[in-house]
């Protein structure tokens, strides 16, 4: 789920496992910096027979590393990034999960104020609605994210918080699979996410966010909520621009880059729905904005010939999932798809 941003860092070559090029958070042989870190998940109080479980005969994943250096939501267009999201599948098997889990997503939706439209997009977008969660061993993953360099301190953490998540036994090891980033479920939580928010809605004591879909549409739901999610608003909305746009656009820039997912830098100053209503944006269908109070920021993801989108405080809900345009953009549009 939330990305960190892309640093660059210098490299020292070494060969373990496929590996080369990569910088190390440790001068130490693989083996050893796992010995290491064995002490210290036995000193942060996990349990012997879960660190011998997991830290034992660990190799190293070339996989993760490469992924990790060419994400798509950063790599691509958001029109390219967009459309293969946005498939006909994806939709039309939104529209299916909908009618099949109803009850469930409207009781979900209750509890804690998130519309049930959005539940599925992210169920959809992050795993194709549970059809691909990730194959990955999640503690190979981590430990190899761990000893990279790049993000080493970040990726140790949720080492630790995976074994956690083992030892208080909602998951086996052999079936805590995931992506190469150590995300893991129908929801695709990291671990500390999972430690944070994830529930067990149907109270059968564990929080299984891989196979029970009351825990997983609960546990994205709880997330929304706890970074301030309003069932009350829309995520934002695709716009068109007046002719005369390019004569206005420096004078809405922001003074200052807006607080939060460093997203937000490519937004605008926040103006009210009147403002931009006065400066000539309007719906897809021509007609003027809605006319409520509310404040919102314009993105322009491909540049000034590309698509326009007003952006709402629920958005900056999204991006707390996933720090990226392209991917937060694109949770909104396929929400709307969903609409009754």
């Known amino acids: 789920m939330k990305l960190i941003k892309l640093v660059t860092t210098g490299v020292m070559a070494f060969s373990l496992s496929g590996l080369a090029n990569v910088a190390l958070a440790s001068e130490l042989p693989?083996?050893?910096?796992?010995?290491?870190?064995?002490i210290e998940a036995s000193e942060k109080g996990i349990s012997e027979q879960t660190i011998k479980e997991a830290l034992t005969d660990v190799k190293p994943y070339p996989k993760a590393i490469k992924s990790d250096r060419a994400q798509p939501e950063f790599k691509r267009t958001f029109a390219n990034y967009s459309s293969k999201r946005l498939s006909?599948?994806?939709?039309g098997t939104g529209h299916k999960k909908r009618v099949e889990h109803k009850e469930l997503l409207e009781k979900v939706a209750k509890a804690y104020g998130v519309q049930p439209r959005f539940i599925l997009s992210f169920w959809g977008l992050e795993t194709n609605?549970?059809?691909?969660?990730?194959?990955?061993d999640i503690i190979r993953s981590l430990a190899t994210l761990a000893y990279d360099k790049r993000r080493a301190e970040y990726f140790r953490k949720e080492l630790f918080n995976a074994l956690t998540i083992l030892d208080q036994g909602h998951i086996e090891l052999k079936d805590m699979k995931g992506s190469w980033s150590g995300a893991m479920g129908q929801g695709q939580f990291m671990p500390s996410s999972f430690l944070r928010f994830a529930q067990d809605f149907d109270g059968?004591?564990?929080k299984d966010i891989w196979n029970n879909h009351a825990?997983?549409?609960?546990?994205i739901a709880n997330?929304?909520?706890?970074?301030?999610?309003s069932d009350q608003q829309t995520w934002g909305r695709q716009v068109t621009l007046p002719d005369n746009a390019a004569s206005?656009?420096?004078?809405?820039?922001a003074n200052k880059p807006e607080k939060g997912?460093?997203?937000?830098?490519?937004?605008?100053?926040?103006l009210p729905l009147s403002r931009w209503n006065e400066l000539g944006i309007r719906r897809l269908n021509e007609s003027e904005l809605p006319n409520v109070e509310i404040e919102a920021t314009l993105i322009l993801p491909d540049g000034k010939t590309g698509q326009a989108f007003l952006t709402y405080p629920n958005y900056r809900t999204i991006l707390r999932y996933n720090c990226a345009n392209s991917y937060a953009l694109t949770i909104g549009l396929l929400a709307d798809k969903f609409k009754s």
């Open 30 to 38: 693989f083996d050893q910096w796992l010995a290491k870190v064995r």
């Open 88 to 91: 006909e599948w994806r939709v």
């Open 248 to 253: 206005w656009l420096d004078s809405v820039k």
């Open 215 to 219: 825990d997983v549409f609960a546990s």
């Open 129 to 136: 609605y549970g059809n691909y969660t990730g194959n990955n």
């Open 204 to 206: 059968d004591g564990k």
């Open 261 to 270: 997912c460093r997203a937000l830098r490519a937004h605008t100053a926040k």
């Open 223 to 229: 997330y929304l909520k706890h970074f301030g999610w």
